[in-house]
């Protein structure tokens, strides 16, 4: 078999954006516990925050920035109840709140204000959304 060789910076690329589209048909509890791993390994924090940012563009599509472009392809093809999807957007959302990096700058704001937006529409417990508001306004 011939070896293939590509230069480091494309590698690493296709590598990162392989890892990122890969991480994200993980159920929320794996999901999790990869962070942590991934954390423990020392990776920098605001590598943290855009694959948590990415992974929550997939699952809650209100926090994707080409919500647009999904509500004109008409979204998903899965259908649930809308109390369904209410209770997991709930979950999601409080989930990826306790899981963000703590650091200054490693979740980009625009970020974390559509987190409160959803955080707001799907009545998340208030602890949450004061961390989600704490970190806007410090932000």
């Known amino acids: 078999m011939k070896k293939v060789t590509l230069s480091e910076p494309l590698a690493t ?4 954006k392989n890892w990122f589209n890969d991480a994200c048909i993980l159920d929320m509890d794996y999901f999790v516990k990869n962070l942590s791993g991934i954390k423990a390994k ?16 997939k699952w809650v599509p209100e926090l994707s920035e080409s919500r647009a ?5 008409g979204g998903s ?9 209410w209770k997991k957007k709930k ?3 409080e989930t990826l709140a306790s899981i963000l990096p703590l650091e200054y700058d490693a979740v980009p ?9 959803v955080a707001n529409m ?7 959304k004061e961390e989600l508001e704490k970190r806007v306004s410090w932000q």
């Open 122 to 128: 799907v009545s998340v417990e208030p602890t949450y």
């Open 91 to 93: 979950f999601f959302v």
């Open 42 to 57: 020392g990776v920098r924090p605001d590598v943290i925050g855009s694959i948590i940012a990415h992974y929550a563009s």
């Open 13 to 16: 690329c296709d590598i990162a």
């Open 77 to 85: 093809t899965v259908k649930e109840s809308a109390t369904a999807a």
């Open 69 to 73: 472009i999904l509500d004109f392809q």
């Open 109 to 117: 704001c625009n970020f974390l204000l559509r987190l409160l937006r």
